[in-house]
């Protein structure tokens, strides 16, 4: 009998058809240390990585597990069912859970025989082995591997009459000499260590979505890469159109609604709180995408708030919480900082990166004068709605930032959306210029940042970008980054929940990798900010589908009409 070759116990999550392939087994080179040996066993069981660890959590336990390990042929559960005859003659047949495939042949008749417990659908081996202090396994499977590293007592079987007991030193050691691994976005050899961060990535990822039972809210051109993010491999939670619909299918099952923060259903938060159903609001992340959301560009970030969202400070937000309890810590924080420097070398902005050349024709005409610009947004959006405070809309914010630095030289910059002619928020030169002195629509704003002297805004995230780029940022609304000790606030902020004094790499820790979630626009797995950010250069990544080339011209006849 010939087995196919055995999968390494660190392998990609089927997130979708076509994961690459992250572990080769090539023939052992180096030897491994006891250091790194000991590093990752811990690693392995503290994270609860490696073997198929996306699989439905346990139902069930005993403190001896027999399974079936690698094949599953009707030879090899014959052999089983003789192992699990030989033990329940010297354990008790309550202590026992048999592990393997299929309802029946002869080691289930043997299992209801005796009443043993048995598992023949695939679950998550980690929540398996958390009660167990024995595993007996035919041949070699994952199971008994994982938990060796453990230390647990592992006795593998050739046959029913020949077994021998598997050291996790041996596992370990196998998986760093015996494989040669690859990151999955990349296709360039790395470390164990880097697969083993990324498979703790993917697995907080997967419980966390796992506690989702349904999606509203979610509009038909972004529910594809919405299901990625919300993968619980294979599938993912269902699409549903009506608040009711989706209440009735998550109430009895203890899940969350996730929605479209901005397209909820008419009557989702009623229904929902009657029903005590959690709902989690969607919304793009700070770095998303080269290319608007509004032109119909998928999100490469999102965030899912649990208590509320981050730009609307009538209520706490996850964002907020985040930045007013978390531990920053100097591992955290010098991550921060490298990708601070990331950001701003490469132009990074929300839409895109930098193209290098913005309109410099006002230096000359601002000479002696603070220069200060002024970064318009869409009005009818929410952040200007929930966070304006008192103003409603890029003219009184001009108004006001003129009312307080009568001698400045201002720029005012309209938001690219509104500037495409996707959403509302125009204002006619003649206007603008009653109070700012220059209108700025070239080039890119990150660049001009850099030439400013200061950054004046409603709750805009130029401000969170001029941050970044150390300039000073004066608020008029309520923005996330405001009342924390690096900008100036004129709006009203809710002191009493943002009563912190954070540095500019925990802000950044905080908005741009605690809070959102990332995903590979080009293999479409779960992913950290720093290769979102690689693949703004690869245009592979962003090309425009016809939806977003008529949503274009849809735009530019929209301006164009508007003006």
Known sequence: MTLAPRPCLLRMPPFHRAVPVIAVPVSPITPATTAEIDELRRRIVTDRTGGSFWAAPAVCARPVLVCAGAGYDRARMRILARLLKRLVAIRP?????????????????????????????????HDLLDDVQEVHELGQGEIGDLAALRGLT????????????????????????????????????????????????????????????ACVGMSLWKRERIAAFFSVPPTHPPFLRRAGDAVRRCAPHGKAIVTWATRMPPGLMTEARKARVPIWRVEDGFIRSVGLGSGLQVPASIFVDQRGIYYDPSEPSDLEYILATASFDAELKARASALIDHVVRKGISKYGRSDRYHDQIWHERAKGRRALLVPGQVSDDLSVKKGGGGIRGNLELLQAVRQHNPDAFIIYRPHPDVTAGHRAGHLSDD??????????????????????????????????????????????????????GLTTDMGKIPVERRDRVLMLEELVAGALILYPRYIDPLTHIPCEVETVIDRFEDMRAWQPTMLMRIRAVQGRMKAILSR
């Open 93 to 125: 047949a309550i202590d026992l859970l048999l592990v393997a495939p299929g309802a029946y042949g002869a080691a289930a008749r043997v299992a209801r025989h005796y009443g043993i417990a048995h598992l023949h659908e695939p679950v998550d081996p």
């Open 431 to 484: 206007v603008i210029l009653t109070y700012a002195d220059q209108v700025s629509t070239g080039g890119s704003i990150t660049d001009m940042m850099v030439d400013v002297d200061e950054i004046h805004t409603l709750t805009s995230l130029a401000g969170f970008e001029g941050l970044m780029r150390q300039r000073r940022v004066v608020t008029y609304g309520c923005p996330f980054y405001a009342g924390w």
């Open 154 to 213: 592992v006795m593998r079987y050739a046959n029913p009459d020949r077994s021998n007991r598997v050291e996790g030193q041996t596992v370990a050691r196998r998986l760093i000499e015996d494989w040669r691994y690859y990151d999955p976005y990349t296709g360039q050899r790395t470390t164990i260590g880097r697969i083993l961060m990324l498979q703790a990535l993917w697995r907080r990822t997967i419980e966390a979505n796992r506690q989702i039972g």
